[in-house]
């Protein structure tokens, strides 16, 4: 008899779930009678290493492993029970472990490719988790809402998760219905959250099941009315813990860089000490009795969104890799867009400003133009020269013009510096697109000088930042010099880097001023975009981004007050060859010497002597004067068996380019006619 109400209990549970008969087997569900009944080859409680005071009958669901295999574990489900007498009871000793079903269309459970959408469910009971997944949801069931993680694990999952495939999959948490009116289930779920999130699983959330009356909902239940398609379609909800976390994630980012910092994406410039944010962020989540830190949370989780560093990377996005790595951008667009139709004022403005900086220099001003707008065209260009414009007074509008443009960059793109700063240890400044040195006094030019054709062309840079370690990264710097001095900085004779205006307007109209700041600079600067979009028009036709700035007057000048009397002499075979030569009692034919030749000719024309002639004529080779051929032939073999550097004072571009030969020959032809003998 009892063997009957047992047959009868499981056939209507499967007849409840309505499974198909192959799952049916698969499911494996084993009657359990008392011992008093002694039925041969009939389970019992005891027979399966289930304490049962009551000695009561029912049926065992057994256990599984991802594979399939039989775990040697098993739930009882009693027909009866009462108070003192619970419903289910697994093997004495037993520890809390994951039901994972075997039906016909379980997924490979140990590849999250195989789990539609990635998506696992987990909920409490196993026929929950069968039925769910005979339907082609893969769900798996824990014994108890607090059993999650075990109330002996801590945030440690139960065992039967290690065989999952966690870190690939999104969970939904499905429970009863009633889970909204018992506050001891919703702080086993803040439990389960942490341990969840401590597995580094991709996502949490939960689904609360409508109910309707007073009967609680399971998830078998409402899959007996509803698709697993209606079921997803339900609202989805994070718990507290989980959405703690992501609010931290969408504001924080930590940086595993060793010196533990975190850094506010809302002011990335700037890290913080983790105790500082726990500190500036005191939020708290109850978890049981305890109220737990969010920030000790979120500094906890493995989901915490981390980065091997912070760097600066125009044009890419927030994160970015790099050898594999994950970092954080500190580029985060341009100021402004560019508007879809330039506003006629803007376009007035601008070209107002230009004119009144250049007057009728119109070469000078459109290759600075080219200047201004080719790393706007193209986010992230390095150019290979800098822009110095220089007035005997101030008010000319070289400011306004530096303004206008950091507008189109963005604050976070641009750096406002006074000169000294640029030889400070500290220089995470240079992290930017535009930087603008204002007021350059000429001070310690020659230092000065130096320092800026380093930063110039420098394609990487140590940046060394207050806090944080040293690191070596790609320059995106272009500079932009403002002065009201006439020589700011040295300038050589081969300089290729610099390009120095002089401005000779006088102060622009304070109305004029005060419009060109209010369209471009002030407040949120109405027409920054319409800047933005003229620049981005500019025809770059002729612009080299790494060639030679333009030679100007004003560098010239500048040239001629920083030069040495060696490079002044010689800079006068570049202006004028033959005069150079009648000066020097030279062939017009005869353009190329040996160093100590160079030497002998300046000690004759000023009565100096000067040693170390080739560093003097290696200053010089990008003007066209006394261009190296050694550059690229190195040392020749004259014909006496010396080898020798040979310079070019004059037609330098034809003797760089020469063959080796041709070079010994023309030196010795040269020498032939100076001399008038054959050597």
């Not at 020097?584 to 000067?610: C, D, M, Q, S, W």
């Amino acid at each position: 008899m009892t063997h009957d109400r047992i047959a009868a209990a499981i056939q209507q549970r499967l007849d409840e779930l309505d499974l198909t008969p192959e799952d049916r087997q698969l499911l494996a569900l084993v009657p359990v009678a008392r011992e008093r009944d002694n039925i041969p080859g009939v389970h019992t409680s005891r027979s399966m290493g289930v304490h049962d005071a009551s000695d009561r009958a029912g049926y065992a669901i057994p256990y599984f492993d991802t594979k399939g295999q039989f775990l040697n574990h098993v739930n009882v489900r009693f027909l009866e029970h009462g108070e003192g007498a619970p419903k289910y009871l697994t093997p004495k000793g037993a520890k809390p472990r994951l039901y994972v079903p075997r039906c016909e269309k379980s997924p490979d459970w140990a590849d999250a490719d195989s789990y539609p959408g990635n998506i696992l469910v987990i909920t409490e009971g196993e026929f929950k988790a069968f039925k769910a997944t005979a339907m082609g949801l893969p769900t798996v069931a824990i014994p108890g809402v607090d059993s999650l993680s075990g109330k002996t694990q801590g945030s440690k999952l139960i065992s039967g998760f290690e065989q999952l495939p966690l870190k690939d999959l999104h969970i939904l948490l499905i429970f009863d219905s009633d889970i909204v009116d018992k506050p001891e289930v919703r702080e086993a779920l803040k439990r389960a959250e942490i341990a969840l999130d401590g597995a580094s699983v991709r996502s949490v959330s939960s689904i609360t099941l409508p109910q309707e009356g007073a009967e609680k909902v399971g998830l078998d239940d409402y899959l007996i009315g509803h698709s697993v398609a209606e079921l997803l379609a339900l609202p989805r909800s994070k718990g507290e813990v989980a959405q703690a976390i992501e609010d931290m994630n969408a504001r924080f980012v930590y940086v595993d860089d060793g010196a533990g910092l975190v850094v506010d994406l809302e002011h990335p410039e700037h890290g913080r000490s983790l105790s500082a944010l726990r500190t500036t962020y005191p939020a708290r989540v109850q978890v049981g009795r305890r109220e737990v830190p969010v920030a000790k949370l979120w500094l906890d989780s493995p989901s915490k969104t981390s980065v091997a560093g912070v760097r600066y990377r125009p044009g890419q996005g927030r994160m970015f890799e790099d050898h594999g790595l994950p970092y954080l951008n500190l580029w985060t667009g341009m100021g402004c867009e560019p508007a879809s139709k330039i506003d006629a004022d803007a376009f007035i403005l601008w070209h107002t400003l230009l004119e009144h900086l250049f007057g009728d220099d119109a070469e000078e001003c459109l290759w600075f133009e080219q200047w201004l707008a080719y790393p706007i065209q193209h986010p992230g260009a390095k150019l290979f020269t800098a822009a110095l414009l220089w007035s005997t007074h101030a008010g000319v509008g070289k400011g306004l013009l530096a303004g206008a443009v950091a507008s189109v960059y963005g604050r976070r793109n641009v750096t406002f510096l006074r000169e000294a700063v640029l030889n400070e240890s500290f220089n995470d400044w240079i992290n930017s697109q535009f930087v603008a040195v204002e007021e350059l006094s000429g001070a310690s030019r020659n230092a000065r000088g130096a320092t800026i054709r380093d930063l110039v062309t420098a394609e990487t840079v140590l940046v060394n930042q207050k806090y944080r370690p040293t690191y070596k990264a790609r320059s995106y710097a272009n500079f932009y010099f403002n002065s009201n001095h006439a020589n700011p900085i040295e300038v050589r004779d081969n300089e290729r880097r610099v390009f120095a205006y002089k401005i000779t307007s006088p102060p622009i109209d304070g109305r004029l001023a005060r419009k060109i700041g209010d369209a471009f600079i002030q407040g949120d600067a109405p027409l920054a975009p319409s800047l933005h979009t003229i620049l981005l028009n500019i025809d770059l036709d002729g612009f080299n981004p790494h060639g030679a700035a333009p030679k100007t007057s004003a560098l010239e000048d500048m040239q001629g007050a920083t030069a040495r009397p060696f490079s002044s002499w010689l800079r006068t075979a570049e202006r004028d060859w033959e005069t150079f030569c009648i000066e020097n009692h030279l062939p017009k034919a005869r353009h190329l010497f040996l160093a100590e030749e160079v030497a002998a000719l300046y000690t004759g024309a000023t009565g100096e002597r000067i040693t170390n002639v080739p560093v003097y004529l290696s200053e010089c080779t990008f003007v066209g004067v006394a261009a190296s051929v050694h550059n690229k032939c190195g040392r020749l073999s004259l014909r006496d068996g010396r080898r020798k550097k040979v310079y070019a004072l004059h037609d330098a571009a034809r003797w760089v380019g020469a063959a080796p030969e041709e070079v010994v020959e023309a030196y010795h032809r040269g020498l032939e006619l100076a001399t008038g003998a054959e050597i």
